[in-house]
């Protein structure tokens, strides 16, 4: 972000931090030179958390997500080209809410150089027609090069 008058950098984190919204946290600032060549932090970590509609079967989707984590492998194409699915899937959990409107499946997926684990990918896989499930992020883990930051690598 640019300010218009120099900040002080240890002060600010806590100042954004107590009117940013809950689960969203600055951990440091620092000054950067705008003549610096730029840099995109890369997403290495998803955490999604999908809301099936009434009418899936907890017990069923949690036997098949059981059965996609122990997949050696789980082939799929995107834009004509094929890869794996499974060593993008970190985690997957089907749960039912107290309500008992419908299911929610957690799912925890990486992005490697070339591959991204996708939600709605896992929901196919699952058998979880796209138009039955609301998708949504709760989560995005980033990757700061090395060479842009000081900050250690990791959550950003």
Request: net charge neutral; hydrophobic share 35%.
């Amino acid at each position: 972000m640019r300010l218009t008058d120099e900040p002080d950098c240890s002060s600010l984190p806590q100042r954004l931090n107590s009117v940013l919204p809950e689960g969203i946290r600055v951990l440091a600032v620092e000054m950067v030179d705008e003549a610096a060549p730029r840099y995109r932090p890369r997403f290495v970590r998803q955490i999604t958390r999908s809301h099936c509609r009434e009418g899936f079967d907890a017990g069923d989707l949690e036997r098949r997500a059981e059965s996609l984590l122990a997949a050696p492998s789980l082939p799929r194409e995107r834009r004509s080209r094929i890869y794996d699915l499974r060593p993008l899937i970190e985690d997957l959990q089907v749960h039912l809410p107290p309500a008992r409107a419908g299911v929610r499946i957690q799912m925890r997926l990486r992005s490697e150089e070339g591959a991204t684990g996708r939600p709605d990918e896992v929901l196919d896989a699952l058998g979880v027609p796209r138009e039955e499930a609301r998708i949504e992020r709760t989560g995005l883990h980033l990757r700061i090069p090395p060479e842009a930051s000081n900050l250690a690598d990791g959550a950003a």
